[in-house]
């Protein structure tokens, strides 16, 4: 339940902004009146049956236009900043933009709860427990500012997954003790080498078509390297030479989405500044949820003299790898056949955020031999949402079981996606339903596999 309004919120002791400044504000402006922020939602309730925490509670707050509305109420200081309910609701959202993708009036939602979540933060900051700032400073402010703490973390993780000291915590139980059982089951198996940006170049055998940037990513490099490895191999046969600048970062997803909005700032200036130097025509991207941060560097910074211009013309050559390589195309006769029953998931910020659909259908829909079977709610979020499955963990894992269902209703042997949370939650999904049999693989992965059995077709066939 939604407590009644308290004492308004002082101003927020950065610059000196309240609630409404910067709930108005968002991405767009501090002259966009109240109405162009709010009242485009005519409450319609399109966005309903989309809304993945609303299918799963039926409760109206916990739907889009319902968070619209307490949004509002605190903006119009007719409800407190830290109310517990309008706190829940926020953290709540996995920001997954199934709502935007259906509203016939364009209603940007993203823009309006992201600048909500960075006042809560904002205003929590005082009163939030020391070992809930030490958890933050950690995780946002050190791991995911410093790719060398990534890899040391990495490191530490990957002798604990192959020492055989996880079996034994596991069998002590201490895990369980600790409540820790689940969030130690979905941390990734981390890659047998790292994928680190070093200013590799990776030259086509044939025709240089052209140059793309690769976003070598966080967690991607320690723990996803393969499909790094894989998006290489892919660009190459497809004739685009291929670059990994050493002065990268994170792309700032899960920075901003915490509610840390300026250190997400920092982390796209250094992606901005890197992407500029290289020459490169686009900017390439394998993982949905990085693509969707980096094609909104020029929203991020709306109305920065400095940096707008920039951004803007940043976002524009960002590219997910599937989106680029449908567009630019495979040579002909190039793939060659794959046995396997295949499942599609579209990741949200690819099918919501970036509205990238039918390319990775049509990927899949070439590569000879393969059988395609859609499932059932393909594009409801399967409750990962970068960090949310640590922080929600209860409403995570509702969703994650409703994926498991849809995804053993088809029967596939691979569920192909194309964003790293989504192969976590599900993999953990599926061995928690018995079915560790299923694979999870990146629809980069399946086109690079084709094109190595193509590779081994005899002259001819």
């Not at 005082?126 to 995911?144: E, K, N, T």
């Not at 050493?246 to 890197?274: F, S, V, W, Y």
């Not at 499932?375 to 499955?389: F, Q, W």
Request: hydrophobic share 40%; net charge positive.
């Amino acid at each position: 339940m939604i407590e009644p309004a308290a004492a308004p919120s002082p101003p927020d002791a950065h610059g000196g902004e309240t609630p409404l400044d910067v709930v108005r504000r968002g991405f767009t402006g501090a002259d966009v009146p109240p109405s162009d922020v709010f009242d485009r939602c005519v409450r319609c309730g399109l966005c309903l049956p989309t809304c993945p925490t609303y299918v799963e509670t039926l409760v109206e707050t916990s739907g889009p236009r319902g968070r619209i509305a307490l949004i509002k109420a605190v903006a119009e200081e007719r409800l407190d900043l830290l109310s517990p309910g309008f706190v829940h609701q926020m953290s709540e959202c996995l920001d997954c933009r199934a709502c935007e993708a259906v509203c016939p009036s364009g209603v940007e939602y993203g823009k309006i709860l992201e600048p909500a979540r960075t006042q809560i933060v904002r205003a929590q900051g005082p009163v939030r427990s020391w070992w809930a700032r030490l958890g933050r400073a950690v995780l946002i402010g050190m791991l995911f500012q410093k790719m060398w703490l990534m890899r040391i973390a990495a490191r530490a993780l990957k002798l604990y997954q192959r020492s055989g000291l996880r079996a034994l915590v596991q069998r002590t139980g201490l895990l369980r003790a600790l409540g820790l059982q689940d969030m130690e089951a979905m941390a990734p198996r981390i890659s047998d080498r790292f994928f680190i940006p070093r200013d590799q170049r990776f030259t086509p055998s044939g025709r240089t078509r052209a140059t793309a940037f690769l976003h070598a990513g966080c967690i991607m490099h320690v723990a996803f390297a393969e499909w790094n490895e894989a998006t290489v191999r892919v660009l190459n046969a497809a004739g685009v030479e291929v670059l990994v600048p050493r002065d990268q970062g994170c792309c700032g997803a899960i920075t901003i989405h915490a509610g840390e909005m300026p250190r997400g700032r920092e982390l796209a200036k250094r992606n901005i500044a890197a992407f500029e130097r290289s020459g490169a025509d686009v900017y390439v991207i394998n993982a949905a949820g990085c693509g969707s941060a980096l094609k909104e560097y020029g929203d991020l910074f709306r109305e920065d003299p400095q940096w707008e211009d920039r951004a803007i013309a940043f976002s524009a050559k960002v590219r997910d790898v599937l989106e680029y390589v449908d567009e630019i195309g495979l040579p002909p006769q190039s793939l060659g056949a794959l046995r396997g029953i295949v499942t599609y998931q579209d990741a949200c910020h690819l099918a919501h955020a970036q509205r990238i659909t039918a390319p990775p259908r049509r990927l899949l829909a070439a590569i000879p031999g393969l059988e395609i079977r859609d499932m059932a709610e393909s594009s409801l979020c399967c409750g990962s949402a970068g960090i949310y499955n640590v922080t929600q963990p209860e409403m995570a894992q509702r969703l994650q079981r409703r994926k498991t269902d849809r995804i053993l209703e088809v029967a596939p042997e691979i569920v192909a996606t194309g964003n790293p949370g989504c192969a976590l939650q599900m993999r953990n999904g599926l061995d928690r339903a018995g079915a560790p049999h299923i694979t999870i693989k990146h629809v980069i992965q399946l086109l690079d596999e084709s094109l190595k059995a193509g590779r081994r077709q005899p002259t001819g066939a």
